[in-house]
């Protein structure tokens, strides 16, 4: 199942505004799940257009990605996304790219788009997000 | 086309509805130039001059160096000025070659071509300021790449860079710097960079610098920061209609010959030796790059980043004297304080990013201008309070 997250803090909890953004372009929710980490948030949501979504809510200004990137938690050191990185390509899957897309009290959040993103999933367990 | 200067709307050729359009749209542009204040788009060019060369079709198709059958393009011209800023940034002599691109982020792309062709198991790495084209173009390349923490001032964190490093030493780095980032104008230091990998004993390197922003400021501040050849760089992006000054979109990108040259080898197979990422290309771009050689010189960039530098400070202390967390980075020309109302965002045409707005003080500003300005910010963020 495809699924958008996206990014806000806990304060702004963006659920009114994004399901008004949704609506307003006849695309169903089909899940959504609120999850906070200290002041961060993501909102995990699953939809009837996906592409549809993902354009209107960047349209509207929010940093959205698909689950076609794995998101991660990782602490927050320097040196951190590199570690990543390396714990992927030591199980033979290819990187395309590592992005920091949110820092904050719970760590980092890092956006990695991979030639196998179930098993990424699969090496990082509880610290996957999306 | 007749080269008229006036803005009678287009002669005879258009009907009455589309020539008030014309005049409608100049009018617009008056206005919205006069308001603009947080997009580094410098007003104080007058290309008057060159009004005649709209009445032909200049394409400086391919290489400028090499020749042409093809006689209607401005090639010489774009020579010399590209002679101008391979001295400025400190190019090694018989050792480097440029063109006049479409802006900064063709530079970048093909600076990152250069390095993908020279290094093709590279990493990028760049930082969380860097602009958002670069990850459009290292895609469009097909390139890995990870990106490093930047500092709260919008500078690459080193320790991030060198942990990073350490974690694939068996891959060549091709380091993306920042010189001047969007919002804030921090400058990545070539210095600093070039340590870093020295002391990780790393043999094959590759460094970029996005200098759209910065590339001709740079040269001319008192404190010159580390981001050319000299300082390392392989090659560099400089903005055209930035600082420089330019009607239409443009840039330059410099980069050493010997990466160029393995580069054409490589494609010989095709029958042509050019490097440039478009075939036909704009020649009137270089006729203003020329212009604003010509006009300026190396007094004329100086004096007009000095300027530059003394409103920014006056707007800074300004805008603390209101009780405004105002700042900007050493000997940059971008304001930064809190984000302001969507309301004077849209008046101004102010970026905003990460809750901060800012201001980037061109040239064509004067102090009635910025103490005004400074004014507008005071009041919308007292209200906001």
Known sequence: ?130 | MSGRDDDSGGGPLLPAADRQRLRDFYAYLRQQAALLAGYPVAQDFDYDELKPLLDYSLNNVGDPFSGSTCKIDSREFEREALEFWARQMRAPAGDWWGYVTNGGTEGNLYGLYLARELHPQGIVYYSQHTHYSVAKSLHFLNMRNIMIRSQPNGEMDYADLRETLKVNRDVPPIIFANIGTTMTEARDDLGEINSILDELAVPKRYIHSDAAMCGAIAPFLDRRPRFDFADGADSIAISGHKFIGSPMPCGIVLARRSHVNRIASAIAYIGNLDTTVTGSRNGHTPMFMWYAVKRFGEPGFRERVQRSLALAERAVRSLKAAGIDAWRNPDAITVVFPEVSQALQHRRQLATAYGISHVIVMPHMDEPYIDALVAEIAADLENRR
Request: net charge negative.
């Open chain 1, 1 to 130: 199942m495809k699924l958008l997250t996206i990014f806000c803090t806990a304060a702004d909890n963006p659920m009114t505004r994004v399901t008004e953004i949704l609506g307003q372009h006849g695309i169903d929710i089909r899940s959504i799940d609120f999850v906070e980490h200290g002041d961060e948030a993501l909102l995990n949501l699953a939809v009837s257009d996906h592409d549809q979504a993902l354009a209107r809510l960047i349209d509207a200004g929010y940093r959205v990605v698909s689950n076609d990137i794995v998101l991660l938690r990782t602490p927050d050191r320097p040196g951190a996304l590199a570690q990543v990185a390396r714990r992927i390509t030591d199980h033979g899957i290819a990187i395309r790219s590592l992005t920091l897309m949110q820092a904050g009290d719970a760590g980092l959040v890092v956006a990695v788009a991979t030639s196998d993103n179930p098993g990424v999933r699969k090496l990082f367990g509880d610290a996957v997000l999306n």
